[in-house]
């Protein structure tokens, strides 16, 4: 487990890094400019939908693991707007309680 929660940990420094420069150089208004470009149906539009999916996906499974619980839900929101960033910080939440199982991680406790 210690080198998945490596990865995640590195996942979360380079990701928070990237943005906080991406952001400082073009501003903190990405809405226009991801849909903008699957809008214009261009290679980064496919990949941004792409992404997206990713997103949606992540949000479902984080809201399926705690039982579409109200909280669930919460955390599924954060997945979805949050990303890597939400993702890394839960997942290294969830390897830290797990003692080890990886079925505990992914599936919960139910």
């Known amino acids: 487990m210690l080198p998945f929660r490596l990865l995640l940990a590195a996942m979360l420094v380079v990701i928070v890094v990237y943005t906080a420069i991406v952001g400082l150089n073009h ?36 809201a399926w693991r705690n039982n579409f619980t109200p909280a669930g839900l919460g955390l599924a929101v954060l997945a979805l707007f949050g990303g890597m960033l939400f993702l890394s910080i839960y997942l290294l939440y969830l390897t830290s309680q797990a ?6 991680v992914f599936k919960g406790d139910a």
């Open 99 to 104: 003692g080890g199982n990886i079925d505990r």
């Open 27 to 62: 501003g903190w208004n990405l809405a226009p400019i991801f849909f903008g470009d699957i809008a214009a149906m261009t290679w980064p539009g496919q990949f941004n939908l792409d992404f997206m999916c990713f997103l949606i996906l992540s949000a479902t499974w984080v």
